[in-house]
């Protein structure tokens, strides 16, 4: 249901933007996120929209990646720019139907998972 892609290699300070089709999915008020998982490491929150709208950004990407819905054409993006070497990952697509406060931070919260798309930036 979760269908991602936009991923590649780039040099450090260039752009990607990533886009997940949200196909069939029945909900339309529902958390929608990107995650990241690097080698050897947890699987991370990176951008978030809430039920209401709220966006939330994790700390390391503020300022830089911008997390977007298009309602239309049912797709979920990010915008990555000014690229680092330590956002190279797997990144994730992700949805869940979830309740009255902010979005999921655990990665375990949530029940919709795209397949991923690699992004290097060296």
């Known amino acids: 249901q979760l269908v991602e892609s936009g991923g590649g290699s780039v040099q450090t300070g260039g752009s990607l933007k990533l886009s997940c089709e949200l196909s069939?999915?029945?909900?339309?008020?529902?958390?929608l996120a990107w995650f990241r998982q690097g080698s050897g490491q947890e699987r991370e929150r990176v951008a978030c929209i809430d039920r209401d709208g709220s966006i939330r950004y994790a700390a390391s990407v503020m300022g830089r990646f911008t997390i977007s819905r298009d309602n239309p054409k049912n797709t979920l993006t990010l915008d990555m720019n000014s690229l680092k070497p330590e956002d190279t990952g797997m990144y994730y697509c992700a949805a869940d139907v979830g309740d009255e406060g902010p979005c999921y931070t655990d990665y375990r919260d949530f029940g919709y998972w795209g397949q991923g798309t690699q992004v290097t930036v060296s």
């Open positions: 069939t999915f029945p909900y339309v008020s529902m958390y």
